[in-house]
């Protein structure tokens, strides 16, 4: 693994269902993040990570959760799908949390019927 | 509110010299980022600012006027490869990122 990897690429689910998309690092980074990304809109903040065993609420943490038990990985869940959750998402890590950059992994498109 | 502005779509041609603009009204400035986006794929850093002035990376630059709110990304020698979205981000008070919805630009021959 070199960098941050995602799973699944895509996804079709069905409002109600639970869903769960994973995302590794192996890049040893301080603070996770994860994005929604929607047409005509800007990345959005969903939840947030600053180091191993804390989490914090992003600009729309609302129908997501998130944990973080290690430093590689950062799980995104969401409990009950609805439509409005389909999206692009996307997890970044960096280094610490002030002017270091951003390193996105590719993507999970999430499609809820 | 916070607010990052950005034109929705330029063109330009193979060889010229583009500027994308972004203006922003956020609460509390840690810094400004250019982020670029190939259609499909994920965000890659292009440039970081901090302080006023011009920061230059080969090809690209990025500038920052923090009294005015304002920032650009200069390109020149643009290439058929540079046809992509170009996003603006700044970190507010709290170090978290606010994005713009990005400019694609359209590089023509």
């Known amino acids: 693994i070199a960098g941050i990897t995602q799973a699944p690429t895509s996804q079709i689910l069905a409002a109600g269902r639970r869903m769960t998309l994973r995302c590794t690092q192996d890049m040893r980074h301080n603070a996770m993040y994860w994005y929604r990304q929607d047409l005509g809109l800007g990345l959005r903040l969903i939840h947030y990570?600053?180091?191993?065993?804390?989490?914090g609420k992003g600009e729309v943490p609302d129908g997501y959760s998130v944990s973080r038990a290690n430093t590689d990985d950062f799980p995104l869940t969401l409990a009950s799908a609805v439509p409005s959750q389909t999206s692009v998402y996307f997890c970044?890590?960096?280094?610490?949390?002030?002017?270091?950059?951003?390193?996105f992994g590719p993507g999970t498109r999430l499609t809820v019927l | 509110g916070q607010n990052i502005d950005q034109p929705t779509e330029m063109t330009a041609t193979e060889g010229a010299i583009v500027q994308i603009n972004c203006t922003y009204q956020?609460?509390?400035?840690?810094?400004l980022f250019w982020y670029q986006q190939h259609a499909g794929e994920a965000p890659t850093f292009l440039s970081y600012?901090?302080l006023d002035g011009l920061e230059e990376k080969g090809r690209f630059s990025s500038f920052l006027s923090r009294s005015k709110g304002y920032s650009y990304l200069l390109l020149k020698e643009l290439q058929m490869k540079d046809s992509a979205s170009y996003l603006c981000?700044?970190?507010?008070?709290?170090?978290?990122?606010?994005w713009g919805a990005g400019t694609k630009l359209i590089i023509k021959p």
């Open positions: 970044a890590s960096s280094e610490g949390t002030s002017g270091d950059e951003q390193f």
């Open positions: 956020t609460s509390g400035f840690n810094g």
């Open positions: 981000a700044v970190r507010d008070s709290n170090y978290q990122l606010i």
């Open positions: 990570s600053n180091t191993a065993g804390t989490t």
């Open positions: 600012n901090v």
